[in-house]
Structures are given as C-alpha cells and as structure tokens.
C-alpha cells in the first residue's frame, strides 16, 4: 500500500489544520492507521493513532484535547484535524498504516509491531 499525505501549511498560532492521508488500497485490510511527528532536532514521536477495527483512539498527552483522527473507509483516507496549533506542533507530520495493535507506550501512541508503510510526510509550520 502507498500513503499520500497531504493538508500540510504554514498558520499561525491558534490556527487550525487538516492533514489527508490517502491510501492506495483498502485502509480496512489493515488493522492500524496513525501519525507521527518529527520536529527539527527531535526524535520522532506518535501522534495519534485509529484501529480499524473498533475504531479506538489514541492520543499523546500533548495533543489531546486539539487534535482528532478520523477516517473515511469509502475513501480510504485519514484524517488528523489539529486545532488550535501551538509553535510546538511545528514538525513533519507522517502517516502509517499496517496490520498493527494501535497502543499507548509511555504516553505515545505507537503502532505494535512497527509500522511498515510510511507516508511521504508533510510539514507543519505553526509560527507567527
């Protein structure tokens, strides 16, 4: 499967997004979509994540409350709606997909077992 993400930008503070993640094939035959982030001079780090198949959530601390994953099986897309954008939320943003667990490891969502299908990534500016 490939992943197409896009939605990406520059806004300023307080500012609100929408990142598109397009799969080329049915999201539903895996069982974990989620997105990650890596900000200039950070490791990378779980956003959110969505299991397919009881459509559970997970989000890390810092995010929740602003962001919302989301999908649409017909279009095999996902979604990630951020709100209310801080400086720090300035970072490549990536989605994954793969027959995974959608868990929770000190704090971040992470994909059991890693994640074999990457997205290209988009960036996410958030600055005034």
């Known amino acids: 499967v490939q992943l197409q993400a896009s939605g990406g930008g520059s806004v300023q503070p307080g500012g609100s997004l929408r990142l598109s993640c397009a799969a080329s094939?049915?999201?539903?035959?895996?069982?974990?979509i989620g997105w990650f982030r890596q900000a200039p001079g950070k490791e990378r780090e779980g956003v959110s994540c969505i299991s397919t198949i009881d459509g559970s959530t997970h989000y890390a601390d810092s995010v929740k409350g602003r962001f919302t994953i989301s999908r649409d099986n017909a279009k095999n897309t996902v979604y990630l709606q951020m709100n209310s954008l801080k400086p720090e939320d300035t970072a490549i943003y990536y989605c994954?997909?793969?027959?995974?667990?959608?868990?929770?490891?000190?704090?971040?969502?992470?994909?059991?077992?890693?994640?074999?299908?990457w997205g290209q990534g988009t960036l996410v500016t958030v600055s005034s």
């Open positions: 094939g049915l999201i539903l035959d895996y069982s974990a």
């Open positions: 994954v997909i793969d027959y995974a667990a959608c868990a929770v490891v000190a704090g971040k969502p992470v994909l059991i077992p890693d994640p074999r299908y």
